[in-house]
């Protein structure tokens, strides 16, 4: 099917900058919305930014105007860039796409996760 891979996760001081990269493979024919969410233990997962194929973009009213999300169509690939990070930001960073496969059915894909640690 299709596989999401994450990286540029890790640990950062406060006021700290990180970039997370998600790149898509498989038997894609068309990606639709790309986006980040993230959890901490003994909560629910939650959006942190999402970007559908013509660059429209939504985000948690927590991280607006600190990050902010892009893509990259001709690679199946979604950016976050992290600003200004804070101790709240620790969570793991999941990565999620939606999208058709080359035989037509629709995908909805996680990634692994990636670990953001916020910390002095």
């Known amino acids: 099917q299709v596989q999401l891979v994450e990286s540029g996760g890790g640990l950062v001081q406060p006021g700290g900058s990180l970039r997370l990269s998600c790149a898509a493979s498989?038997?894609?024919?068309?990606?639709?919305?790309m986006g980040w969410y993230r959890q901490v233990p003994g909560k629910q997962r939650e959006l942190v930014a999402r970007?559908?194929?013509?660059?429209?973009?939504n985000y948690a009213d927590s991280v607006k105007g600190r990050f902010t999300i892009s893509r990259a169509n001709a690679k199946n690939t979604v950016y976050l860039q992290m600003n200004s990070l804070k101790p709240e930001d620790t969570a793991v960073y999941y990565c999620?796409?939606?999208?058709?496969?080359?035989?037509?059915?629709?995908?909805?894909?996680w990634g692994q996760g990636t670990q953001v640690s916020v910390s002095s």
């Open positions: 970007i559908n194929t013509g660059g429209s973009t």
């Open positions: 999620k796409a939606a999208g058709i496969l080359v035989t037509m059915g629709a995908f909805d894909s």
């Open positions: 498989g038997r894609i024919f068309s990606m639709d919305v």
